[in-house]
């Protein structure tokens, strides 16, 4: 049960996400289990300590004392209630996040700052023209402020070069081209894979056909 918790919980790292709520749904069923069993012997355990703690005090009969453990009972049903409607309020909000892609990633992006997450989501965004453009520019932006990287680079650079400058005007785009490749070259500063140099290649020959375009 424990060794299922590491990803959900960020010790052990599966894929670029440091946490994932479909890493609950199995560990759910054996923490259940778990807390019923202990309620089964912890429950009858409670009531003989009440009862006994009554007849020890008031010098009570049996009545009374089981009076006394109802009592008890009572409050404890009404705490489990409102735990019950406290997780069942932050279910349906969490829910939420899972209503489409944009909403799942507008989610994960803050709790992470991963630009291989950001890129995802500003390429999603960017189908809504230039207000949804701008939005992903501005959540791969912050993954630069927040984490700053190569990898934060090329993504940032890869999506000016390929698909912010779709809905600029033309001055606009020369300038986020210009951007692009300084970006490009701080990533290979700090370092890029074979995987991700060949990413920076392929959007340093789309900012050069640009350029001779241009000319």
């Known amino acids: 049960c424990y060794v299922g918790l590491l990803p959900m919980i960020g010790i052990v790292k ?13 560990i ?17 355990a409670l009531r003989r300590q ?3 703690f009554a007849r020890r005090q008031d010098q009570a009969d049996d009545a009374v004392a089981q009076g006394e453990w109802h ?11 409102g735990v ?8 349906c909000r969490q829910n939420g996040c899972w209503r489409d892609t944009i909403s799942l990633y507008r989610n994960a992006v803050p709790k992470s700052w991963s630009s291989e997450i ?6 999603q965004l960017h189908s809504g023209g230039r207000e949804g453009a701008a939005e992903g520019e501005y959540w ?6 927040n984490h700053r990287c190569s990898l934060a680079a090329l993504n940032l650079a890869t999506y000016l070069a390929l698909h912010r400058v779709d809905t600029t005007i033309q001055k606009f785009g020369v300038e986020l081209y210009a951007e692009a490749e300084s970006l490009i070259v701080e990533a290979r500063a700090m370092g890029l894979d074979e995987k991700h140099e060949k990413e920076a290649e392929r959007v340093m020959i789309q ?3 640009v350029r001779e375009v241009a000319l």
């Open 118 to 123: 950001a890129i995802i989501l500003a390429v």
């Open 14 to 26: 599966v894929g670029c996400q440091e946490h994932a709520d479909r890493y609950t749904y199995w």
């Open 71 to 81: 009592d008890l009972r009572r409050m404890l049903l009404v705490a489990l209630a």
């Open 50 to 52: 009440v009862v006994d």
């Open 207 to 209: 900012i050069k056909r």
């Open 140 to 145: 791969l932006r912050q993954c630069m402020v």
């Open 84 to 91: 019950i409607v406290c997780l069942a309020t932050l279910t």
């Open 28 to 44: 759910g069923c054996g923490v259940c289990v778990v807390a019923a069993i202990a309620a089964s012997w912890l429950v009858p």
